[in-house]
């Protein structure tokens, strides 16, 4: 089963648009740490967020949100008024207490911006 | 502060030929991985070492694929015989702090790949 499912392939929106990307993850494990990564065209991974199992306030840093339900298991990222420089794919990845520090991503989801 | 170096960025091998990438971690940090991200999916954890140990190869296909991190600080990826299905993205990754009692999940930071085509 996957550990972490991204059901939108892709999002296309327009320039000032709200997108809202889901993310489902699934662990037995009480202690985890949940990340959302950005990967522009240029193929680097970039770090956006980490949240730990044990704190569910959302946050907010500029146009990013995160939405972090334990009751559903999702992770939730949304970016409000979309801009070009933010079309990229983003991953959802969890890194598990048993699992050691590493990363099981999800398949990510491209989000295409259009001017 | 460098971010983690990875070269070559790009390589166009025939099949059955061999490849070998290289990487330098964020300065200090403990532990590397290595990635394979397949056009499309998520990366795939290939290696993951602390210092110069192995902590996890589960994943890597030792019958072609060999790691090995010299000294605790640059490491190597080698594929040899390379076959098209190899055809991905190789991403080098480091964190700050090794395996412990305490789990942290560290934040990974990711260098920006070497891309192999096989053909």
């Known amino acids: 089963a996957q550990k972490v499912t991204q059901a939108q392939t892709e999002i296309s929106v327009v320039e000032k648009e709200d997108v809202t990307l889901d993310c489902v993850y699934e662990?037995?494990?009480?202690?985890?740490?949940l990340f959302w990564y950005k990967q522009p065209p240029s193929g680097e991974l970039v770090f956006l967020i980490r949240r730990n199992s044990f704190d569910e306030q959302n946050e907010i840093s500029g146009r990013y949100s995160w939405n972090f339900q334990k009751s559903t298991s999702s992770f939730n990222f949304t970016i409000t008024a979309s801009q070009v420089v933010d079309s990229a794919v983003y991953f959802c990845a969890l890194s598990e207490r048993t699992a050691g520090n590493k990363l099981t991503f999800g398949g990510g989801t491209r989000v295409l911006v259009k001017p | 502060e460098a971010g983690v170096a990875q070269s070559p960025r790009y390589k166009i091998i025939e099949k059955r030929q061999s490849v070998a990438f290289w990487c330098n971690p964020i300065?200090?940090?403990?532990?590397l991985y290595w990635y394979q991200q397949i056009l499309g999916q998520g990366p795939k954890l290939l290696i993951q070492f602390q210092n110069n140990g192995v902590v996890d190869d589960s994943q890597l296909p030792k019958d072609r694929f060999s790691a090995e991190r010299l000294k605790g600080v640059d490491s190597t990826l080698k594929i040899q015989p390379a076959k098209l299905e190899d055809s991905a993205v190789y991403l080098c990754?480091?964190?700050?702090?090794?395996?412990?009692?305490?789990?942290?999940?560290?934040?990974?930071?990711f260098g920006e790949g070497s891309w192999l085509t096989v053909v």
């Open positions: 300065s200090g940090h403990a532990t």
């Open positions: 990754a480091s964190s700050p702090n090794g395996q412990g009692v305490l789990f942290q999940g560290n934040t990974i930071y």
């Open positions: 662990t037995r494990d009480t202690t985890y740490y």
